[in-house]
């Protein structure tokens, strides 16, 4: 998260779709912003704090002691930080990375979480709740209700080896990622269950995967 985008529509996007999960699930997420330009005022991390609807006692902005996430040339500072984020004791977890997840570092490292990373802090937790923004990935069989960027990160998640299911809207998605299809099951009906009575396409366009 790079606080010049504080407040933009994509943290109302990432509100939204909290306030759609049933409270149990909801009351449960933890978040971990993922800065890249830290420190951040108190005024800040509250206003971000209250755009996504994550308090502050379940907010943690400084995992390890870290005030902005290691870039992966710094390999010690970013194994302590993703040790450390593994360590958060909830059952959801919000991560906010600049970008989002890849396979591989390929530059601004500090921006994105490797899925070898993210399987990791996803083995001490039910779910993994991520951040991706639009990218435009050259692939075929695209379905008609996805976007590429959506589809294609989807399939990078289950070639990992994860369940995943996307909340989707073109700038930018978001990604919840289990190991156990039960628990992904779960979690997808209680969107399901709030989106009752919304016609079947626009469950189709925002419910991907």
């Given at each position: 998260?790079?606080?010049?985008?504080?407040?933009?529509?994509?943290?109302?996007?990432?509100?939204?779709?909290?306030r759609?999960?049933?409270?149990?699930?909801r009351?449960?997420?933890?978040?971990?912003?993922?800065?890249?330009?830290?420190?951040w005022?108190?005024?800040e991390?509250?206003?971000?704090?209250?755009?996504?609807?994550?308090?502050?006692?379940?907010?943690?902005?400084?995992?390890?002691?870290?005030?902005?996430?290691?870039?992966?040339?710094?390999?010690s500072?970013?194994?302590?930080?993703?040790?450390?984020?593994?360590?958060?004791n909830?059952?959801?977890?919000?991560?906010?990375?600049?970008?989002?997840?890849?396979?591989?570092?390929?530059?601004?490292?500090?921006?994105?979480?490797?899925?070898?990373?993210?399987?990791?802090?996803?083995?001490r937790?039910?779910?993994?709740?991520?951040?991706?923004?639009?990218?435009?990935?050259?692939?075929?069989?695209?379905?008609?209700?996805?976007?590429?960027?959506?589809?294609?990160?989807?399939?990078?998640?289950?070639?990992?080896?994860?369940?995943?299911?996307?909340?989707q809207?073109?700038?930018?998605?978001?990604?919840?990622?289990?190991?156990?299809?039960?628990?992904?099951?779960h979690?997808?009906?209680?969107?399901?269950d709030?989106?009752?009575g919304?016609s079947?396409?626009?469950?189709e366009?925002?419910i991907?995967?």
């Amino acid at each position: 998260m790079n606080r010049k985008y504080l407040l933009d529509s994509l943290d109302g996007l990432k509100a939204i779709i909290f306030r759609l999960l049933p409270a149990p699930i909801r009351e449960a997420i933890a978040c971990v912003p993922m800065t890249t330009d830290g420190p951040w005022t108190d005024a800040e991390k509250a206003i971000f704090e209250t755009a996504i609807g994550i308090p502050a006692e379940r907010t943690y902005w400084t995992p390890g002691g870290f005030v902005n996430v290691p870039g992966s040339n710094e390999i010690s500072k970013r194994s302590r930080w993703v040790e450390a984020v593994a360590a958060i004791n909830h059952r959801y977890l919000f991560l906010d990375p600049d970008t989002g997840f890849y396979a591989r570092h390929n530059g601004g490292s500090e921006k994105k979480l490797l899925l070898s990373e993210l399987a990791l802090i996803l083995d001490r937790r039910e779910a993994v709740i991520i951040y991706r923004h639009q990218y435009w990935p050259n692939i075929d069989g695209v379905p008609a209700c996805a976007y590429p960027y959506v589809w294609h990160g989807l399939n990078m998640l289950r070639t990992a080896g994860f369940s995943a299911f996307a909340y989707q809207s073109q700038a930018a998605s978001v990604f919840f990622v289990c190991r156990q299809e039960l628990v992904l099951a779960h979690i997808r009906r209680g969107f399901q269950d709030a989106l009752a009575g919304v016609s079947a396409a626009v469950i189709e366009r925002r419910i991907v995967g």
